[in-house]
């Protein structure tokens, strides 16, 4: 049906965004067409930075619709000198930071190995019914999911678009650090998108 809309004569300009079959369909509609394809914004919080505030608007935009918004921040990048005051804050507002432990669990539980992306089944779903089914636990109800990162790698799904309510953590030297690391997640998988500096 959405194919047959964008191909009907009255269409004067078609805003196509989500996955790349979605905006190839639109660029093969016959009709003046813009596409946007996945975003993978990373947030910089320096350490100047007003954490309350900052994790205040980024758990609001991430957790807006439950994750799906492209343009929401899929990474965090902290660097190493606020990296607690910052987890501190995320699980004061109510997300769940994960341990080691409940990463590598959650990651084994939560990947679909084939395409090495997110499992379909979570797209979307909230992050206390995400946790719940994936059995990690907390004494609050979650809003977020916080995963610590390593390395940017098109290998690791934690370094591309994320849409489900889960952001992605990178601990890094420095403020320049933090910079190259935003730069690389947005070449990775979100070139000409969104990004942010708090």
């Known amino acids: 049906k959405t194919e047959m809309f964008m191909q009907?004569?009255?269409?004067?300009?078609?805003?196509?965004?989500?996955g790349a079959s979605m905006v190839k369909a639109a660029y093969s509609s016959g009709n003046p067409a813009i596409g946007v394809g996945p975003g993978n914004a990373p947030a910089v919080i320096g350490p100047d930075a007003d954490v309350e505030d900052a994790v205040g608007k980024i758990i609001w935009s991430k957790t807006f619709d439950n994750g799906l918004i492209c343009g929401s921040e899929h990474n965090l990048v902290v660097p190493a000198s606020i990296r607690v005051s910052v987890t501190d804050e995320l699980?004061?507002?109510?997300?769940a930071v994960l341990t080691?432990?409940?990463?590598?669990?959650?990651?084994?539980?939560?990947?679909?190995?084939?395409?090495?992306?997110?499992?379909?089944?979570?797209?979307?779903?909230?992050?206390?019914?995400?946790?719940?089914?994936?059995?990690?636990e907390r004494d609050y109800?979650?809003?977020?999911i916080?995963?610590?990162?390593?390395?940017?790698?098109?290998?690791?799904?934690?370094?591309?678009?994320?849409?489900?309510?889960?952001?992605?953590?990178y601990t890094v030297a420095d403020e320049e650090e933090a910079l190259d690391v935003a730069e690389q997640l947005l070449t990775l998988d979100g070139t000409g998108h969104t990004a942010s500096i708090h």
């Open 8 to 18: 009907h004569e009255d269409v004067d300009l078609i805003l196509a965004t989500g």
């Open 91 to 95: 699980k004061r507002q109510g997300a």
């Open 100 to 136: 080691e432990a409940e990463k590598e669990h959650f990651m084994a539980h939560s990947i679909y190995e084939k395409k090495n992306v997110f499992d379909k089944s979570l797209v979307g779903q909230s992050a206390q019914d995400i946790l719940t089914k994936l059995g990690i």
């Open 141 to 144: 109800e979650v809003n977020l």
């Open 146 to 169: 916080v995963v610590p990162a390593e390395e940017v790698s098109a290998d690791n799904p934690l370094s591309k678009e994320k849409l489900l309510p889960l952001i992605s953590l």
